[in-house]
């Protein structure tokens, strides 16, 4: 196998699965890690795959570096690249150089973790001696010296991780991609298994794909995130942008935060409708143009909610003050260390309330409620 | 240590209280036409030791007749055995791995000797390499004659084995799926090596079952035999054949027969102890 030298990962995948169309562009720096955010369905497998060699684009072409691993044969001609290349490309998985961390570990059952990660480098031709220092080295470097000779059956769900991660870099790939690879972990291995992963990363400097549906993901390990919808790239930035203020109401679902858009009434606040009269929120961020559309973005978790009479029965039902607004419960849900609430008058923005709290409130569908959000936990933006 | 005793113990407990359970859920009728089917497998073979006649085991046995038979069988078997593992596996490795119409034809064709009865295959043979057969005329001419040899015997030992190690090993590959092949490529494995290191020890289990029936039906083959290699002490009369010219026989007891087949019975139960012994090994 040639071992190339690697550099960025450059992919334009265009795929049709029946009525679904996948069509986005992705650029990966080496040492960078990309996060593609998106739920279930909308084309983050299916990109994977182009990618890894698993499934011909219909259209495009993915490069390593200057090495064209994928490209599909042009039809109409129509390709940006300007070279005649009316043949396909299509290089065989084995030789992509291409790791790939899934959400299961896929350990092969009849080897012992060592030749599980001696595998790799076994293949491509190292000496087995070597191969199995090597495999040894990696299975250190991911915290499981000792455990060389178990087979994977004897591993538990976050050590067989482990191993899998030791693997895949043990083959020392150009690019990295990782397909939901805490997802099947419990909480606490997961958040273990995600700073190996940022650690390990860091040291090889290839250019790593990260696909998810969780935002913590991205955060923990990504420089830069693109949320991923019905197979189009609809938002693409630094992580702390893409996240902090999404610009969609999918990607604030996704990053699960509120979003609202408004106009703006000062430099830092924004009007939003409301069924019961508009809210004011006053925020940081961008400095507003008065008049102009504007959005605000703020956690669930960063609203205090109290009982509407608690507050002072004669204005209970009058105009409150900035970054406060009343409320009738209309749902209650589960969420994460407490519940979450929404009320009639805002459907599009939710509430969460610790557990604590929650039992305090004496909460029912119909029970007002009295919101309040501190400024701080408040980005104003303009709105686009 | 002392831990992994302790939970090997709780395994071993849940499971035996989940087999009670089970037993416990069914009708129990079912008991009466099960013992039936018990009765049906094992009572013929029961009174095959009950009718024999022990004093005539060991000279049976021993006679250069029955050990010719015996040999021939053995070694028939064992080459039938060796050709249907080097085509069995590919075709079901192409079976496993093909589209599904592609996969579905084959596999009819598979398993058509599987249903037919061994006579018909016998018939089928004849024809394709019998002195007027297809290829036979052509054979004839190069001086190479098939039927009625010991090359006849393996030929249809190994019509009628076949699908039995095809259809095992192909069981075996579906059930493994392709997703550690798609890993080990992903890993940088060429085909062949993806084949040997992870395909192969993946299906080893079915593989071994597989080879297994497969010898057990080329020793027991008879039909296909007679027809096509017939029944000539040394070249082509194997251990069926030797039962039955016993059996019929003008003044050869039925004794002899009795004793041959105890034979076979006994090889069988071998076969089937050593399966069993692999078998528990395997899934580790």
């Given at each position: 196998?040639?071992?190339?030298?690697?550099?960025?990962?450059?992919?334009?995948?265009?795929?049709?699965?029946?009525?679904?169309?996948?069509?986005?562009?992705?650029?990966?720096?080496?040492?960078?890690?990309?996060?593609?955010?998106?739920p279930n369905g909308?084309?983050?497998?299916?990109?994977?795959?182009?990618?890894?060699?698993?499934?011909?684009?219909?259209?495009?072409v993915v490069r390593i570096g200057e090495r064209v691993i994928a490209r599909a044969p042009s039809i109409g001609g129509d390709d940006a690249g300007g070279d005649d290349h009316a043949g396909g490309v299509d290089v065989d998985p084995a030789e992509r150089s291409v790791g790939l961390l899934g959400q299961q570990p896929l350990l092969f059952p009849h080897l012992t973790a060592l030749e599980n990660v001696a595998f790799g480098p076994r293949a491509q031709g190292m000496p087995k001696r070597e191969a199995r220092a090597a495999a040894s080295d990696w299975l250190d470097r991911v915290g499981l010296t000792g455990f060389e000779r178990r087979l994977p059956s004897a591993l538990s769900g976050g050590q067989q991780q482990r191993v899998a991660l030791a693997r895949t870099l043990a083959a020392r790939p150009d690019v990295l991609l990782l397909d939901e690879p805490f997802a099947a972990l419990d909480v606490q291995t997961a958040s273990a298994m995600r700073r190996l992963v940022a650690e390990q990363r860091a040291s090889l400097a290839i250019p790593t794909l990260l696909v998810t549906?969780?935002?913590?993901?991205?955060?923990?390990?990504?420089?830069?995130?693109?949320?991923?919808?019905?197979?189009?790239?609809?938002?693409?930035?630094?992580t702390a942008e893409v996240l902090g203020h999404p610009r969609t109401p999918f990607a604030a679902a996704l990053a699960g935060v509120n979003l609202l858009t408004g106009v703006a009434v000062a430099p830092d606040?924004?009007?939003v409708a409301g069924a019961s009269g508009p809210i004011v929120l006053r925020g940081t961020g961008e400095a507003l143009r008065v008049g102009t559309p504007a959005s605000v973005v703020f956690s669930p978790a960063s609203v205090h909610a109290r009982a509407a009479a608690s507050v002072d029965p004669t204005r209970a039902t009058s105009l409150p003050?900035?970054?406060?607004?009343?409320?009738?419960?209309?749902t209650i849900e589960p969420a994460r260390g407490g519940v979450r609430i929404v009320t009639d008058e805002h459907p599009d923005l939710a509430v969460d309330v610790p557990s604590t709290t929650a039992v305090g409130l004496d909460l029912g569908t119909g029970a007002r409620l009295a919101f309040r959000v501190a400024p701080s936990d408040v980005s104003v933006r303009t709105h686009a | 240590m002392t831990t992994t005793t302790a939970g090997r113990a709780t395994v071993a407990g849940e499971t035996r209280r989940d087999e009670a359970g089970a037993a416990a859920r069914f009708p129990l009728w079912l008991y009466v036409p099960a013992a039936l089917g018990v009765a049906v497998l094992a009572l013929p073979l029961t009174a095959l030791l009950v009718r024999l006649d022990w004093t005539q085991v060991p000279a049976a046995v021993a006679s250069p007749a029955a050990?010719?038979?015996?040999?021939?069988?053995?070694?028939?078997?064992?080459?039938?055995?060796?050709?249907?593992?080097?085509?069995?596996?590919?075709?079901?490795?192409?079976?496993?791995?093909?589209?599904?119409?592609v996969a579905a034809v084959l596999r009819t064709l598979t398993t058509l000797p599987l249903v037919l009865p061994p006579l018909v295959g016998g018939i089928a043979l004849l024809a394709l390499l019998g002195r007027n057969g297809l290829f036979g005329e052509t054979l004839g001419?190069?001086?190479?004659?098939?039927?009625?040899?010991?090359?006849a015997v393996v030929i249809a030992q190994t019509f009628v084995a076949l699908p039995f190690l095809v259809i095992?090993?192909?069981?075996?590959?579906?059930t493994a799926g392709t997703r550690y092949e798609t890993v080990a490529a992903g890993l940088g494995a060429r085909r062949f090596t993806v084949f040997r290191r992870i395909t192969l020890p993946l299906v080893a289990p079915g593989l071994i079952a597989g080879t297994v029936l497969c010898f057990a039906r080329a020793l027991g083959e008879f039909g296909a035999t007679a027809l096509f290699a017939g029944n000539s002490a040394g070249t082509t009369r194997t251990m069926p054949l030797a039962i039955y010219t016993a059996f019929n026989g003008a003044g050869v007891s039925e004794d002899i027969a009795i004793a041959l087949s105890l034979m076979l019975v006994l090889v069988a139960v071998a076969v089937l102890v050593l399966m069993r012994s692999w078998r528990e090994d395997a899934p580790r």
């Open positions: 196998m040639t071992r190339t030298e690697g550099g960025t990962l450059a992919a334009r995948v265009v795929a049709r699965v029946g009525d679904f169309r996948l069509d986005v562009e992705v650029i990966v720096e080496a040492s960078e890690v990309l996060a593609v955010l998106g909308s084309g983050k497998s299916t990109l994977l795959a182009a990618i890894a060699g698993h499934r011909a684009p219909s259209a495009g549906h969780d935002p913590l993901d991205a955060i923990v390990l990504a420089d830069r995130a693109a949320i991923l919808q019905a197979g189009r790239i609809v938002q693409q930035g630094p606040a924004v009007r003050g900035d970054n406060a607004w009343f409320g009738a419960v209309s | 050990l010719q038979a015996l040999t021939l069988s053995l070694v028939t078997a064992a080459i039938a055995t060796g050709v249907c593992v080097v085509l069995g596996v590919p075709l079901a490795v192409v079976i496993a791995r093909s589209s599904r119409g001419v190069l001086g190479l004659r098939i039927p009625f040899t010991t090359t095992t090993v192909e069981g075996s590959l579906r």
